[in-house]
């Protein structure tokens, strides 16, 4: 059964630093998401993409983070500068066909910002 | 800003029970529904969606909708050890899935 996949399952950086979060959505849905959720807390919408483009975005996703599909199969996350509240797990996610329907997730990246 | 509000759990039940887990949501115009299972440390995993008014079976779990009270549930039968986990509940609207913050479900053996 195909699955979203992710890499790194842990990352670990430094504050200030910039980190790249890869995904690889299943390969013939057309929507894609991230998602967080710090600990002990609830999962949270960052983005969400479609036809190259941002289809909607939440108040977390400020100009320090931006999304990039750069070939057929990849989508990332990027964090410029880190910050230490950064820390949370990061989920991608991707739907076939209509917005309305069922997300996928992927495992999730651990993100630890020392 | 979206709601979706869960009964706080924790929820205990003796193996073999009925599990019952309860949720609202706050946007009149949402269309579609997921309960989603978080075993700790590990991402969401979908087992159940509910497009339309009433029920919707799908092996020991059954989904409820009533688009009038703003309500969903999520019956889980015969409950096993290894149904212990938090349930998500997801309601979709505008590109998005907006969660829940969860309940947690413990079967005791």
């Known amino acids: 059964e195909p699955e979203v996949t992710q890499t790194p399952s842990h990352q670990v950086t430094q504050m200030g630093q910039e980190v790249i979060l890869r995904c690889v959505p299943i390969s013939n849905h057309l929507y894609f998401y991230w998602y967080r959720q710090i600990l002990g807390q609830k999962v949270e919408f960052l983005v969400s993409?479609?036809?190259?483009?941002?289809?909607?975005k939440s108040e977390i996703f400020d100009d320090q983070f931006s999304v990039e599909r750069p070939d057929g199969s990849n989508f990332t996350l990027k964090i410029r500068s880190t910050k230490l509240e950064d820390s949370a797990m990061y989920f991608c996610?991707?739907?076939?066909?209509?917005?309305?329907?069922?997300?996928?997730f992927g495992p999730g990246t651990r993100l630890t910002v020392l | 800003q979206k709601e979706v509000e869960q009964n706080s759990g924790p929820l205990s039940v003796p193996e073999g029970a009925i599990a019952s887990l309860n949720c609202t949501y706050s946007?009149?115009?949402?269309?579609?529904f997921f309960w989603y299972r978080q075993y700790s440390g590990k991402s969401p995993e979908l087992i159940m969606f509910?497009?339309?008014?009433g029920d919707k079976e799908d092996g020991r779990f059954t989904a409820q909708l009533n688009k009038a009270s703003q309500y969903v549930s999520l019956l889980i039968r015969d409950s096993q050890p290894s149904d212990s986990a938090t349930y998500l509940c997801a309601v979709n609207g505008d590109y998005k899935l907006s969660f829940g913050a969860g309940t947690t479900v413990t079967v005791r053996a």
């Open positions: 946007d009149r115009g949402s269309q579609s």
């Open positions: 996610a991707s739907t076939p066909g209509a917005r309305e329907r069922e997300q996928f």
């Open positions: 993409f479609y036809n190259n483009e941002i289809s909607e």
């Open positions: 509910i497009y339309s008014n």
